[in-house]
């Protein structure tokens, strides 16, 4: 008789490790704190649980080597050597990883990992049913799609970035559910032709225990900055410098541009070097900060009163960046330009009768972004408006414990399924 299946998931990501944290691990930050239900399983840092030890969390660990030189090696080999242990073949599995072509191919072999290994003495049975095991999880991974489930417990994936998830669609067919972080994504996977039962939107949400809009015009007065803190190409490049020039002119007067830009992104070197020479002289006057990795965001963002998104593309980052969530729970109102799924943050918004910001047109260069942050600046009274229901919005629809109560109904209903 086979033993009986686990009700406590595994969540799979790189390891919940430092301050600064990007697609999965970012995720996993504000969702395992959140789930409502009984214990999980995450790789982590055992020294900094992200729950109280007494919720019963199994943190499992990955190995470091010094210098972290060979990181992702290990962790890779962690991550597979978890998933194929003996004592987890029966336990639900939901993977927080970007789609691709290998990602799917090792989530197939999941799905038909067979069972457990032999319990035997003889060291012929232990080899041949380990043998079996190993060849039944090479030759799934090969062929890819399987519609058979030899699996005796669930698998789900959240899609932590949608960039490139047409050209592997058809293998998350294999999996019984895929969560994507925006209607964006969702349509995109159905128009692909996963099945629409198959698909499950939940936002991304953040803790808003501590959210606080900017209450007055002395607040307002003290955060007279505009912070750009998403990824530098040309065009956010040429976006920030034409805001900088504007910073002369009398809606702006007294206002300082902030960009905060990680060094690890999709980040052109020419780009940086660029804002650098063509700012030089704004930089020097203290009306322009330009920062790389910064591990203290919340402060900045609480020294603002905008924030801005203005790139062309956006690379390994969820639908709807934590940082903009962030940015809203501490009442920063934002000018985005109007392009999916950014735009969802208005449009949800607009359905709870609330105004956070601007949309920019993108076809209009750099002159619509200016003008939408001077004309923010030039009315303060909206702005602190704007700050109010920047707040009210993520606590109605962008809040950790919203996301973590979708994300449990969602585990709840697959293990049903399987009863």
Avoid at 172 to 197: K, P, Q, W
Avoid at 328 to 338: F, M, P
Wanted: some cysteine; charged content about 25%.
């Amino acid at each position: 008789m086979a033993p009986p299946r686990s009700t406590r998931w595994m969540l799979i990501s790189r390891p919940v490790i430092g301050p600064v944290l990007d697609g999965g691990p970012a995720l996993l930050r504000e969702l395992i704190p959140a789930l409502p239900d009984g214990p999980c399983d995450y790789f982590g840092d055992h020294r900094r649980p992200l729950r109280a030890r007494s919720r019963g969390d199994h943190l499992l660990r990955v190995p470091r080597l010094p210098g972290s030189r060979g990181a992702e090696v290990l962790e890779r080999a962690a991550i597979g050597a978890a998933l194929l242990a003996r004592e987890r073949r029966r336990q639900p599995v939901h993977l927080f990883f970007a789609p691709g072509r290998l990602t799917e191919r090792v989530a197939a072999g999941i799905v038909a990992t067979p069972a457990p290994l032999s319990s035997s003495t003889s060291l012929v049975a232990r080899a041949s049913s380990g043998a079996r095991s190993l060849f039944g999880v090479a030759s799934s991974m090969l062929r890819g799609r399987r519609r058979g489930h030899d699996r005796p417990a669930p698998v789900l994936q959240t899609l932590t970035c949608a960039a490139g998830l047409e050209t592997c669609a058809h293998l998350l067919e294999v999996l019984d559910g895929v969560v994507a972080l925006s209607n964006h994504t969702r349509d995109r996977l159905i128009h692909s032709g996963v099945a629409a039962e198959r698909v499950h939107r939940i936002y991304p949400g953040v803790e808003v225990s501590g959210a606080a809009a900017i209450e007055n015009p002395a607040a307002l007065q003290r955060r007279r900055a505009v912070l750009y803190a998403g990824e530098l190409d040309a065009g956010a490049a040429d976006r920030l410098i034409e805001l900088a020039r504007t910073l002369s002119e009398p809606a702006l007067r007294g206002w300082k541009l902030i960009v905060a830009c990680r060094p690890d992104q999709i980040i052109e070197r020419d780009e940086r070097t660029r804002l650098g020479r063509e700012l030089a002289g704004a930089i020097g006057a203290g009306r322009v900060e330009l920062y790389g990795e910064v591990e203290d965001m919340g402060a900045l963002q609480r020294r603002c009163a905008i924030q801005l998104f203005v790139a062309d593309e956006v690379h390994r980052r969820v639908d709807l960046p934590f940082v903009l969530l962030e940015g809203l729970r501490e009442g920063l109102a934002l000018v985005a330009l109007d392009r999916a799924p950014i735009r969802e943050l208005f449009t949800t918004a607009d359905q709870r009768g609330r105004e956070v910001g601007a949309r920019v047109d993108p076809t209009l260069g750099p002159s619509g972004m200016v003008k939408a942050v001077h004309e923010l600046a030039d009315h303060p009274e909206q702005l602190l408006a704007m700050s109010h229901d920047c707040v009210g919005l993520v606590r109605d629809a962008f809040s950790a414990a919203r996301m973590g109560a979708d994300y449990a109904a969602l585990h709840r209903d697959v293990l049903r399924r399987y009863s």
